[in-house]
C-alpha cells in the first residue's frame, strides 16, 4: 500500500524512507510533483508569467503606472504555493523572495514578513492534509494527500485591473490559434455590491397582482420579468406586452379549448396554428382510435398504445367486439359427440373453437400492443438489455413471437408490477391454459378413435 505524498523540505522520494521523511539528497534533484496536484500548479505558473508580463508593461511600458499595493501579498501567497506544491519551500526561499521583489520594484526586506508569514501557514495546512491522509490510509488502506489553496486569483485580477484589453496587450488573439492560459478571470471593474446597488437603482417595481396577471396570460415567468425589470425600462416592457396582447384571441375562442396551466398567449398561438377543418376527412385509423377511446372509456395515449401496429378495419373490429351484447358470439359448426369404449365423450372435430378462445385462426393469436409491451419489460428483465426493432422482427419472421408473449405474460403475472397490463397478461395467460387443454383433449380424442369402436371408420394414415 503506498499514500501519494510530498512535504515542502522533499522533492525526490525512495522506497527505503518511511513516509514523509524523505530528505532532500542534492538541489538539483528533480521535483516529484503528485499526481492530484499538477494541474493546480499548471494553473499557479500560468499566473506567476500572466503576473511578470503584466508588471513589466506597467512598469517599463510607454506610460509607466503605479502598482497596486494589493498585488505583493496576493502574488507571494501564489508563490509559496507552488514551491509548497513543488517540494521547494524551505530551500529555495532565497530565490523565490528576490524574484517577488524585482518583480514588483521593491525590497527584499518588504517582502520577507509576508513571506514569512504565507510560509507559516502553508505548513499548517500542509501538516493538516498529512494527518488526515494517514488517518485515511489507516482506516481505508490507501490515500492520498489533499491540499489547501493559499491563492486567490481573483484578488490578483482585481490589482492589475485585469480587463479584456489588458489582456490583448499581454496575450494578443493570432488568427487560427488558441489565446494562452493567463491563469486569472477576468475584472469587470466593480464589486458585486457595488454592482448589486446600481442594479436596484435602475430597477422599476411591480405590484403582486401584475406579476399574476402577466404570468397567466401572457405566460411570463416571474424571473423573467424580474430579468427585465432589471435590464429595460417600464415602457420597453410595456411594448413587449402590447405585442404579446395583439396575438391573443377573442375569449369566444379561448373557451374550453385552454389547457390545464396554460396562458392565454400560448393557447393563441396554438390554437391559430392548427389546420382549419375546410373538409370532411376521410375515415383514418386516428378517427378509429377516437371510436376506440368512447368505447372503452380510456385515454388517449391509452388507445394509442393498445392500438399500435393496427388499422382503422382492425381497431374499428375491437370497437364493434366492445360494443356488441355479451353472449351472441358465433362458435364454430363441430361433429356430434359420440361414445368410445371407455364411455366418455369425445368431439371428433379436434379444430373447433368456443367462444372464449380468444384467437379466430388456428394455431396464431392476436398480439396487440399491450403483448408487445409486456414482451419489452420481460425482455429488458430477462435480458438486461432493451429489446430492439430487429429483435422483435426477427421474433416474428421465426414464428416465435406468440411462445416468447406467453413466457412473458407468465412471468408479469408473477413478477410484473404495471396494474393496467396485469390484466391483459392473466388474460393471456387464461387463454394459454384453456389452448393447451384443447390440445391434449384433442390428442386423446385422437387415440381414442383410433383405438375405439370408430377406429375401422377413419382413413389409415
Excluded at 525590497?107 to 508569514?117: H, I, L, R
Excluded at 397567466?216 to 411594448?239: C, L, P, Q
Excluded at 394509442?304 to 381497431?315: E, F, I, Y
Excluded at 425482455?379 to 416465435?400: D, V, W
Aim: glycine letters at 6%.
Amino acid at each position: 500500500m503506498s499514500i501519494h505524498t510530498t512535504s515542502h523540505t522533499n522533492t525526490q522520494l525512495t522506497d527505503s524512507a518511511p513516509f514523509d521523511s524523505h530528505r532532500l539528497s542534492n538541489i538539483t534533484a528533480e521535483p516529484v510533483i503528485p499526481a492530484q496536484h499538477k494541474n493546480r500548479l499548471t494553473l499557479l505558473r500560468c499566473i506567476v508569467r500572466t503576473v511578470c508580463r503584466r508588471v513589466h508593461l506597467d512598469r517599463f511600458g510607454l506610460r509607466p503606472i503605479q502598482i497596486d499595493p494589493r498585488l505583493m501579498p496576493a502574488f507571494t501567497a501564489v508563490v509559496v504555493e507552488m514551491a509548497d506544491i513543488s517540494g521547494e519551500l524551505g530551500v529555495t526561499d532565497d530565490i523565490k523572495v528576490k524574484m517577488i521583489a524585482e518583480t514588483i520594484g521593491i525590497s527584499t526586506a518588504d517582502v520577507w514578513p509576508v513571506w514569512t508569514e504565507w510560509k507559516a501557514k502553508a505548513e499548517s495546512n500542509a501538516a493538516k492534509c498529512s494527518d488526515a491522509a494517514h488517518r485515511a490510509l489507516d482506516r481505508l488502506g490507501a490515500s492520498s494527500k489533499g491540499h489547501t489553496k493559499l491563492a486567490d486569483a481573483r484578488t490578483i485580477s482585481e490589482a492589475l485591473a485585469w480587463w479584456p484589453s489588458r489582456r490583448e496587450e499581454v496575450y494578443p488573439r493570432r488568427k487560427g490559434e488558441r489565446r494562452a492560459n493567463s491563469g486569472l478571470p477576468l475584472w469587470l471593474g466593480e464589486g458585486r455590491e457595488e454592482r448589486q446597488r446600481t442594479a436596484e437603482s435602475k430597477r422599476w417595481t411591480y405590484s403582486r397582482e401584475e406579476l399574476r396577471m402577466w404570468v397567466g396570460r401572457y405566460g411570463y415567468k416571474a424571473g423573467t420579468v424580474k430579468r427585465y425589470a432589471w435590464t429595460m425600462s417600464r415602457e420597453e416592457f410595456d411594448r413587449l406586452v402590447a405585442k404579446k396582447e395583439a396575438k391573443i384571441l377573442p375569449a369566444e375562442r379561448l373557451s374550453g379549448r385552454k389547457r390545464p396551466g396554460e396562458s392565454d398567449y400560448t393557447a393563441s398561438i396554438r390554437i391559430s396554428a392548427e389546420a382549419p377543418k375546410t373538409r370532411k376527412r376521410a375515415f383514418c385509423v386516428t378517427a378509429a382510435r377516437r371510436e376506440y377511446c368512447k368505447a372503452f372509456g380510456c385515454k388517449r395515449t391509452t388507445a394509442l398504445r393498445r392500438t399500435d401496429g393496427l388499422n382503422a378495419g382492425q381497431v374499428m373490429s375491437l370497437v364493434e367486439q366492445k360494443l356488441s351484447p355479451h353472449g351472441q358470439d358465433e362458435t364454430d359448426k363441430t361433429v356430434p359427440n359420440e361414445t368410445d369404449n371407455s364411455r366418455e365423450n369425445h368431439r371428433l372435430d379436434h379444430n373447433s373453437r368456443g367462444k372464449n378462445v380468444p384467437c379466430a385462426s388456428s394455431g396464431d393469436r392476436t398480439v396487440g400492443a399491450d403483448e408487445i409491451e409486456i414482451v419489452h419489460q420481460w425482455y429488458q428483465a430477462t435480458k438486461g438489455r432493451p429489446l430492439r426493432r430487429e429483435n422483435l422482427k426477427k421474433m416474428r419472421q421465426r414464428g416465435k413471437l406468440e411462445r416468447n408473449v406467453s413466457d412473458a405474460c407468465a412471468w408479469f403475472e408473477a413478477d410484473g408490477d404495471d396494474d393496467d397490463l396485469k390484466p391483459i397478461a392473466e388474460a393471456w395467460n387464461d387463454g394459454s391454459r384453456e389452448r393447451g387443454n384443447e390440445r391434449r383433449q384433442a390428442e386423446r380424442h385422437r387415440k381414442a378413435i383410433r383405438s375405439g369402436p370408430l377406429a375401422e371408420l377413419t382413413v389409415p394414415a
